[in-house]
């Protein structure tokens, strides 16, 4: 997902978006464990989102 969308998406939004990013991040996990994951490079991108989008989600509750 493209950081300028990140900022322009509400809190609500985002909050959304990280419980997403954890159920697909459990999945890769799973699919991991279980030898049936084709792209291991999708984990580290995964997890590199969720801390993106939680950094956001910070940075928006210092602005208030």
Known sequence: MELKRM?????VELNA???S???ELFNLRFQHVTGQLENPLKLKETKRDIARVKTIIREKELAK
């Open 7 to 11: 900022r322009e998406m509400t809190e």
């Open 21 to 23: 990013m954890k159920k």
């Open 17 to 19: 978006e990280l419980e």
